[in-house]
């Protein structure tokens, strides 16, 4: 028998949100972004689900675009980190994988290589990230360069917002006018806007729009959870209650004895840990739903079990449903009282997590 522990995606969700970022750039071509497994949401039935509306997908690796080639899915692939072994040149050309290209030792590789067709790439373009990409003044230079190449087709020109989920869009802009001054006169498609920055920065939906956490309604804005910006959450985990003990006041409950009982209560235990992707930052006192009603996590995480208050819920016996997040509970405040982002908690959902339809 599985654990009750589960993932129910909505992947109706995903295509609504989808729909509601295409809103916001109606003429742009969307690369959905399905990296880390979809952000947790599972890469062949998102990007199935996907496939008759995204004009290409954005992924990690070469073997994320080797599964997504095995499922069928046709469009451009982009392998958004690019590759940095020779053999890989010859790999994405077999599986139509687009390189990014933010290095010059990526520029060296394909000017070695002779593929049998020439692949298109994303020229990657440092605006002020200070991650990957060139330098704005060598722009020029490495574009004619790629140009010169036979492994190289189609260039298309890309940068990456650091700050697009900022109150303060100054950064943005600045980022932005770095790119069109770096790439005067060069032509192409552009391709600038991150899931925030499609919410936010209308200036920044060029020819190609790049969500990721958006499309499964993970709010990439601080504070701000993923339904005040119009998106819906497409992760619900929940699990089951597998014990209901009654402890007498002073008890101290889980690892360390954190929490002791100020009262009499009644603690549920969920089958839910850290081992699947439940945090174990997220102290005492997290909001978890019992038999739909809100209650709270005590004591700490451990790898397969949390303790829960059901003192104040009828009908919360072996059994009863636990959601952990979803639509009722946004992962942005399970996040919040782990310290880290809703992206983090769906992407460490765990392989032992079953996933289902919602
Ligand atoms: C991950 C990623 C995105 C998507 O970012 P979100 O904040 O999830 O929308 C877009 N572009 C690049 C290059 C990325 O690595």
Request: charged content about 20%; overall charge neutral.
């Amino acid at each position: 028998m599985s654990r009750a522990a589960c993932v129910e995606i909505d992947l109706g969700a995903v295509e609504r949100n989808f729909d509601r970022l295409q809103a916001c750039a109606p003429t742009a071509d969307v690369m959905a972004v399905v990296k880390a497994d979809a952000y947790g949401h599972g890469l062949e039935r998102v990007a199935q689900r996907l496939a008759a509306k995204a004009a290409a997908f954005g992924v990690a690796s070469l073997a994320d675009g080797e599964r997504l080639r095995a499922v069928g899915i046709r469009q451009p692939i982009v392998a958004l980190a690019g590759i940095d072994q020779a053999p890989d040149i010859e790999t994405a050309r077999r599986l139509a994988v687009d390189l990014v290209v933010h290095h010059q030792s990526q520029v060296v590789l394909l000017a070695t290589a002779t593929p049998a067709a020439p692949l298109r790439v994303y020229l990657k373009i440092d605006t002020g990230m200070h991650r990957l990409g060139f330098p704005a003044d060598q722009v020029q230079a490495v574009h004619a360069q790629l140009r010169s190449l036979p492994a190289v087709g189609e260039i298309v020109l890309m940068s990456h917002l650091a700050r697009s989920d900022d109150d303060d869009p100054a950064a943005t802009a600045a980022q932005i006018a770095r790119f069109d001054a770096a790439t005067v006169g060069l032509g192409g498609r552009v391709s600038l806007a991150n899931s925030a920055a499609v919410l936010r920065s209308p200036q920044a939906c060029r020819d190609m729009i790049r969500p990721g956490g958006a499309l499964y309604g993970l709010s990439p804005i601080a504070r701000t959870p993923g339904v005040a910006l119009g998106l819906e959450p497409a992760m619900r985990l929940v699990t089951r209650l597998i014990a209901v003990n009654d402890v007498a006041a002073g008890a101290a409950i889980g690892y360390g004895g954190s929490f002791t009982a100020p009262a009499p209560m009644r603690i549920g235990i969920a089958a839910i840990g850290y081992g699947d992707g439940y945090p174990r930052a997220a102290g005492d006192g997290t909001p978890v739903l019992v038999a739909g009603q809100l209650t709270r996590t005590v004591g700490r995480v451990s790898m397969d079990l949390l303790a829960v208050d059901v003192t104040p819920i009828g009908g919360a016996d072996v059994g009863a449903r636990v959601v952990l997040w979803g639509p009722e509970l946004p992962i942005e405040t399970i996040a919040a009282a782990a310290g880290t982002i809703g992206y983090e908690l769906a992407c460490g959902i765990q392989q032992r997590v079953a996933v289902r339809d919602f």
